[in-house]
Nanobody, 116 residues
Framework: QAQLVESGGGLVQPGGSLRLSCAAP????????MGWYRQAPGKQRELVAA???????SYADSVKGRFTISRDYAMNTVHLQMNSLKPEDTAVYYC??????????WGQGTQVTVSS
């Protein structure tokens, strides 16, 4: 079972910033659309941002202009820079790799809490 290892969650005040990182095995990283999902209590898991192997990013409307997803090919890592955080961004954030061979891999989740 492939392992995606996430880091960077925590507690931040409204308006603050956090950076999430997700390291993947090289063969998976190079052949997958990498994405970040989040799930708040009582809500369905939703796609926040994704980035294709060629580097084209896409974002949920709720985070456009505040979040930036990027790929580090040297480290086989995908980052999610989150700025201007709001209380409604509070959720468990999950890294996802959607591989070209049809498999999907998930990280263990990292908690992001935005509160004063």
């Amino acid at each position: 079972q492939a392992q995606l290892v996430e880091s960077g969650g925590g507690l931040v005040q409204p308006g603050g910033s956090l950076r999430l990182s997700c390291a993947a095995p090289g063969n998976i990283f190079r052949n997958s659309v990498m994405g970040w999902y989040r799930q708040a209590p009582g809500k369905q898991r939703e796609l926040v941002a994704a980035i294709a192997t060629g580097g084209s990013p896409s974002y949920a409307d709720s985070v456009k202009g505040r979040f930036t997803i990027s790929r580090d090919y040297a480290m086989n890592t995908v980052h999610l820079q989150m700025n201007s955080l709001k209380p409604e961004d509070t959720a468990v954030y999950y890294c996802n790799a959607a591989a070209t061979w049809g498999a999907a891999y998930w990280g263990q989740g990292t908690q992001v809490t935005v509160s004063s």
